[in-house]
C-alpha cells in the first residue's frame, strides 16, 4: 500500500530536523580535495564518489560507482510508487583547483563559518548540490512520494569528457520524467530562480611566433619584430573600441527582461574603481545572450626573469562564451579565420582547439515547471522566483535535452551572488541553502502531484 504524500507543514518539518546531519555531511564532503584535472591526485576524486555513494545507500538507494573512460560517477536508484513518476536528480562531486592559496582567508578544505556562511573549496560549487537532494530523501525516509535517481558526476568541472559515453552506456538506468539539474543559482539572497538559458564554451589556444630564437633586443629592436608584441597586437583585434567582440559570424540575440542594475554588477563582479563595462546593450544582455571572449593565461617570460631579448614566440588561452542559438564548431571555425587574418606584420599564427561546449535554451512551461516554482515559492515564504540566463555554461544540458526530449529539465541551484564558486573564498550561504533544501522536497511532493 502506498504512503499518503507528506502535508506541506510536515515536510518542512522534515527538512528542519535533517539539517543539522545534512550540514555536517557537507562539511565531511568539502574535506575531500577530489579535483579532476589533470597533474592532481585522483585517489581524491574515487574517495569522493565512495563518500557520496555512502550518503545515497543511507537514503535506501540502490547505488552504483561507474565511470566511462574518466573519472567515477555515482548512480543511485530508488523506484517509483505505481503511477508516480522518476525524477532524476544530479550534481557533482569534483571541484575547481584551490588556484593561488595566499589569497584565501581560510584552508580551503577545512570548512569554516563566517557570518553566516560556510566557505570551502566546492562549498557551494557543488556539494552542497549533492547535500540538497539529500536533505530531500532524508526528509521523506520510507514515504518518498516519487522515484528517483541521482546522478552524481566526478569531473564536471573537468569539461564533462566522459559524460555523454556514462549517459549513453547507463540510459535505462536513468531515464525519468523530469530532470533537476543542482548547477546553477538563485538570482539573489532572498530570491530563487531557475535558470533558463547558458551560454557554450569554446576554449583555444594561439601561439604567434616572429623568430628562431631569441635575440638582443638591443641589436635587433626596432626592425625585428617580438612575438609577444605581436600577440599582444593581434589579441586587442578581438575587440572594438566599445568592447564589443569584433569576431564576425558569431551570433547574439537580445530578450533578457531581469533588471540588473549595473551598481549591483559593479558590486557582485568586485570591479576596480573607475574602470568602465565594456560591449553595448542591456547588462544582461551582454552578460547572458551576446558573445563575449577573454584572455585566460599568456605564457611568456615572467617580468622578474624576462632578459633583454626579443622573444621568439608566445602563447595564449582564450575562452569564448556563445550565445544561445550558436553553435561551437562554427564559433571556433570563426574565431581560427579571424585570428588567422589578423596577424601583424606576417608573424606565423597557429591555432589550437582544446574543448567546447553547447549552450542551450529551456522551454520553462508546463506542469513540471509549475511545480517547481510552487516549491520555491513556499520555500522563500512568498517570494516568486524570476527565471534567468546564465553567463557561465553547463554544456552537458543540451546533451540531456537530446537524450531526454520527454523530460521536464530544471536548473535550479545553491549558488547567490557573493558564493564565489571557482574563486578563491568560495562559500554558501548556509540559510538559503536550507531554503534550497526545503524547495526540492517540496519540488518532489509538487512533482509526484502533478504527474499522478
Not at 51 to 59: I, K, N
Not at 173 to 193: F, H, L, M, R
Amino acid at each position: 500500500m502506498t504512503s499518503p504524500i507528506m502535508s506541506e507543514s510536515e515536510v518542512r518539518a522534515a527538512v528542519e530536523r535533517e539539517m543539522p546531519g545534512v550540514r555536517a555531511d557537507l562539511e565531511r564532503l568539502v574535506r575531500i580535495p577530489g579535483i579532476a584535472f589533470e597533474g592532481f591526485d585522483h585517489s581524491h576524486v574515487e574517495r569522493s564518489a565512495e563518500a557520496v555513494a555512502e550518503l545515497l545507500r543511507g537514503c535506501g538507494l540502490d547505488v552504483d560507482i561507474v565511470r566511462s573512460g574518466g573519472q567515477p560517477a555515482v548512480i543511485g536508484r530508488r523506484p517509483a510508487p505505481p503511477g508516480a513518476p522518476t525524477v532524476l536528480l544530479y550534481a557533482h562531486h569534483d571541484v575547481q583547483p584551490v588556484g593561488d592559496l595566499s589569497l584565501w582567508e581560510s584552508d580551503p578544505f577545512e570548512p569554516v563559518e563566517r557570518d553566516g556562511r560556510l566557505y570551502a573549496r566546492g562549498a557551494a560549487d557543488d556539494k552542497a548540490g549533492i547535500m540538497a537532494h539529500v536533505a530531500a530523501l532524508r526528509a521523506y525516509g520510507d514515504a518518498l512520494p516519487v522515484g528517483v535517481v541521482l546522478f552524481i558526476e566526478g569531473e564536471e568541472e573537468y569539461g564533462s569528457d566522459s559524460l555523454e559515453q556514462l549517459l549513453a552506456d547507463h540510459r535505462d538506468k536513468i531515464t525519468s520524467d523530469v530532470i533537476v539539474i543542482a548547477d546553477s543559482g538563485n538570482w539573489d539572497i532572498g530570491v530563487p530562480a531557475l535558470t533558463t538559458s547558458l551560454r557554450g564554451i569554446v576554449n583555444c589556444f594561439v601561439e604567434v611566433r616572429t623568430l628562431d630564437h631569441a635575440v638582443h633586443s638591443g641589436m635587433f629592436g626596432g626592425a625585428v619584430p617580438d612575438a609577444l608584441t605581436a600577440l599582444v597586437r593581434l589579441l586587442a583585434t578581438l575587440h572594438d573600441d566599445a568592447g564589443d567582440v569584433a569576431v564576425d559570424g558569431l551570433v547574439g540575440r537580445e530578450g533578457a527582461t531581469v533588471d540588473y542594475p549595473e551598481d549591483r554588477v559593479r558590486a557582485e563582479a568586485g570591479l576596480a574603481e573607475g574602470v568602465q563595462f565594456i560591449g553595448t546593450g542591456r547588462i544582461t544582455d551582454r552578460l547572458w545572450t551576446k558573445p563575449a571572449l577573454a584572455v585566460l593565461g599568456i605564457d611568456a617570460p615572467a617580468t622578474g626573469e624576462a632578459p633583454n631579448a626579443l622573444v621568439p614566440a608566445a602563447k595564449a588561452k582564450l575562452s569564448i562564451r556563445l550565445a544561445p542559438g550558436d553553435d561551437p564548431k562554427r564559433a571556433y571555425a570563426a574565431v581560427r579565420a579571424h585570428l588567422e587574418e589578423h596577424a601583424p606584420w606576417g608573424a606565423q599564427v597557429t591555432v589550437s582547439f582544446e574543448h567546447d561546449g553547447d549552450p542551450c535554451v529551456i522551454d520553462a512551461s508546463g506542469p513540471m515547471f509549475d511545480a517547481a516554482r510552487s516549491a520555491f515559492r513556499t520555500a522563500w515564504d512568498g517570494t516568486a522566483p524570476v527565471d534567468i540566463g546564465v553567463g557561465g555554461s553547463i554544456p552537458f544540458i543540451a546533451t540531456f535535452q537530446e537524450m531526454f526530449p520527454k523530460a521536464a529539465i530544471l536548473v535550479t541551484g545553491v549558488e547567490d551572488p557573493h558564493a564565489r564558486a571557482h574563486g578563491p573564498n568560495e562559500s554558501l550561504h548556509l540559510g538559503e541553502f536550507a531554503r534550497v533544501c526545503l524547495a526540492e522536497a517540496l519540488l518532489l511532493r509538487n512533482v509526484a502531484a502533478a504527474g499522478s
